[in-house]
Structure formats: structure tokens, C-alpha cells
């Protein structure tokens, strides 16, 4: 059984250019969440998914950030116009459908370096 | 709210002296705790988890840890410590599903 993918592994975008970060979760599971590692800091919860919703958003910050779980496909956290504040470790994580409490398995991330 | 307080931000020990790394969490709610462990550029991976039952919690690689009521702590041990234990640590609270983290510890080990 695969682990979770996140692709790409290295991002590396200019300032003001939009970043696209991939998160294909374990199979079977319908739960997505999203985790950023800024530098000399903890890792900070973003955002909790199920397929087509969006359960808990209170890490998200309120402008250029979003994300999205799609009946089909990937999790997509994308952000806009990004700037050097953003260079960091973005984290994906999934679990079994009403698990996310007990356990949740984490990707190898995405680090984004905005230039 | 869910917190956690991660007391050290390194700890350094020898190859086969005791890994202590301590971790205290505040909780309105009987916790779920986690330590994770993060080697360098790659993701984390659980060593750990107390939900409910027994308090001594058994993980991966020798760690164990004491999930202690009466002191709201959840620190992680281990008897004799290898070169290979050399990474990150991250003590967690679950909130609602959403893992809460703490500072992280970064743990090294002398020859």
C-alpha cells in the first residue's frame, strides 16, 4: 500500500507567481490534511478536507491561500501571488474516514522557495 | 484550546545514555497525544500514540512514553540512544481531528 505522495518535492517560484502543491492521499482514505513548517518553527495546521468539503479551515491564512479535495484526483493547496514569507514545508497528511483523531500519515513534503 | 509545550528545543546526549525529551500539553478534554519523529528534509512518521487504556505507551525503535494525568505530560524515552535516533521530535495533541504540534526537540547524539 502506497504511502501519501505530494508532489512536487521542491517547488521553487518568483515572488508574485502562483504555487500548486499535490497531495494524493493512502488508499482508501477520505480525509486530507494540510501542515506548513515555516523555518525555526513548529509544524502549524492549515486546513482539514474530506472528498468535495472542507471540514476545518482555521489555519488557512484569509488571503491568496486555498485548497481544495476533489471527488477525483489529488488534494490541491494552492496559493497565489506568493511571497518570500511563504518559504516553507508544506506537509500533507491523510487518514481513514472519522480516524483523523488516532491516526494520521504524512507525506515526505513539499518545500516551496519563493525567489 | 489544545496545547502543547515542547521544554527544550535541543537535547544532546551520548550513544547509549537515556533519551528523555519532555513534552506537557494543557487539554479541556481526556487528550490524544502523538510523538513523531522527522529526519532531515523528509516527512514525519509516528513513533507513538496514547488514545485510551494503558498509560506506558510502546512505540517504534525502543521509544516508549508515560502519559501522566496528574502532571499533563506525555514525555518520550528511551533506555540506551543510537546515532540513528539523531532527528526532530514533535510531541502532538489532536483537536477535533487536526493535530496540534509543539516546538519540536532536536535530538543529537554524541559518539
Known amino acids: 500500500n502506497a504511502g501519501v505522495m505530494q508532489n512536487p518535492r521542491h517547488l521553487v517560484r518568483r515572488r508574485g507567481q502562483e504555487a500548486r502543491l499535490r497531495c494524493s492521499p493512502m488508499k482508501g482514505h477520505s480525509h486530507v490534511y494540510w501542515y506548513r513548517q515555516l523555518p525555526e518553527e513548529g509544524l502549524k495546521f492549515m486546513v482539514y478536507?474530506?472528498?468535495?468539503?472542507?471540514?476545518?479551515e482555521s489555519g488557512m491564512p484569509k488571503e491568496r491561500f486555498s485548497a481544495e479535495f476533489p471527488k477525483e484526483g489529488p488534494s490541491i493547496l494552492r496559493i497565489q501571488q506568493v511571497v518570500r514569507g511563504d518559504s516553507a514545508a508544506y506537509f500533507c497528511?491523510?487518514?481513514?474516514?472519522?480516524?483523523?483523531?488516532?491516526?494520521?500519515?504524512f507525506g515526505p513534503g513539499t518545500r516551496l522557495t519563493v525567489t | 484550546a489544545q496545547s502543547v509545550t515542547q521544554l527544550g528545543s535541543h537535547v544532546s546526549v551520548s550513544e547509549g545514555a537515556l533519551v528523555l525529551l519532555r513534552c506537557n500539553y494543557s487539554s479541556s478534554v481526556p487528550p490524544y497525544l502523538f510523538w513523531y519523529v522527522q529526519y532531515p528534509n523528509q516527512g514525519l512518521q509516528l513513533l507513538l500514540k496514547y488514545t485510551t487504556g494503558a498509560t506506558l505507551v510502546k512505540g517504534i525503535n525502543g521509544f516508549e512514553a508515560e502519559f501522566k494525568k496528574s502532571e499533563t505530560s506525555f514525555h518520550l524515552t528511551k533506555p540506551s540512544a543510537h546515532m540513528s535516533d539523531a532527528a526532530e521530535y514533535f510531541c502532538?495533541?489532536?483537536?477535533?481531528?487536526?493535530?496540534?504540534f509543539g516546538q519540536g526537540t532536536t535530538l543529537q547524539v554524541k559518539p
Open positions: 478536507l474530506q472528498k468535495e468539503n472542507i471540514i476545518d
Open positions: 497528511a491523510s487518514s481513514p474516514k472519522d480516524r483523523g483523531p488516532y491516526e494520521q500519515y
Open positions: 502532538a495533541v489532536s483537536d477535533t481531528g487536526k493535530l496540534i
